[in-house]
């Protein structure tokens, strides 16, 4: 089993910035990636950023360039960087933890960009 607690989430104005963070705990050797999606109001879950355990990162078209995906190994935290953010980018944002078999979500931290 695999807990995953997002933190970080707030509002701020349009053109600020943002550092959610990620923490996993329990059976973590079993994670082969860690990632973060939104899900705007009225709209579906979209992926944000994912990071492999070998480094190796992915995002979405609408973030590239202002968004950053880290991690801290050592800690078992992934870390969502988000700068010049855009009244678009509100959502509720969650991690996830990915093994084969099964994906383990946090409880997701709501991020309000006022314009």
């Known amino acids: 089993q695999v807990h995953v607690v997002e933190s970080g989430g707030g509002l701020v104005q349009a053109g600020g910035s943002l550092r959610l963070s990620c923490a996993a705990s329990?059976?973590?050797?079993?994670?082969?990636?860690i990632g973060w999606y939104r899900q705007p109001p009225g709209k579906q879950r979209e992926l944000v950023a994912i990071?492999?355990?070998?480094?190796?990162?992915n995002y979405a078209d609408s973030v590239k360039g202002r968004f950053t995906i880290s991690r801290d190994n050592a800690k078992n935290t992934v870390y969502l960087q988000m700068n010049s953010l855009k009244p678009e980018d509100t959502a509720v944002y969650y991690c996830?933890?990915?093994?084969?078999?099964?994906?383990?979500w946090g409880q997701g931290t709501q991020v309000t960009v006022s314009s």
């Open positions: 329990g059976s973590t050797v079993s994670i082969n990636a």
């Open positions: 996830v933890a990915r093994s084969i078999l099964l994906d383990y």
């Open positions: 990071i492999s355990s070998g480094g190796s990162r």
